[in-house]
């Protein structure tokens, strides 16, 4: 079983940065890759960002090119959303997830979630 663990979401003005973690721990983390959804109140969980472990690889949603940007830390097993720009559209509750084969560009790939974090963009 994989754990991941995210950092404090927060509240933030419109314009503003944040930054979330997400750290896996468990049994031999073995995952492929890692990513972040988020889900708006009422709507459906939509994919934000991912990366391959490996290569460093990253992947964006259209609505995060050019303003978030993914990282990771091998060492830590630590994955990081910075999130620049920040606009009330991204008010969300922020997931990580974790895959082991494939890049979690939709949530039917991925093996482990964590628990959420919630981020409040002010306008």
């Known amino acids: 079983q994989v754990q991941l663990v995210e950092s404090e979401g927060g509240l933030v003005q419109a314009g503003g940065s944040l930054r979330l973690s997400c750290a896996a721990s468990g049994r031999t983390f073995s995952s492929a890759a890692m990513g972040w959804f988020r889900q708006a109140p009422g709507k459906e969980r939509e994919f934000v960002a991912a990366?391959?472990?490996?290569?460093?690889?990253?992947y964006y949603a259209d609505s995060a090119k050019g303003r978030f940007t993914i990282s990771r830390d091998n060492t830590k097993n630590t994955v990081y959303l910075q999130m620049n720009s920040l606009k009330p559209e991204d008010t969300a509750v922020y997931f990580c997830a974790a895959s082991s084969f494939r890049v979690p560009k939709t949530t039917t790939v991925v093996d482990y979630w964590g628990q959420g974090t919630r981020v409040t963009v002010s306008s």
């Open positions: 990366i391959w472990w490996s290569t460093g690889s990253a």
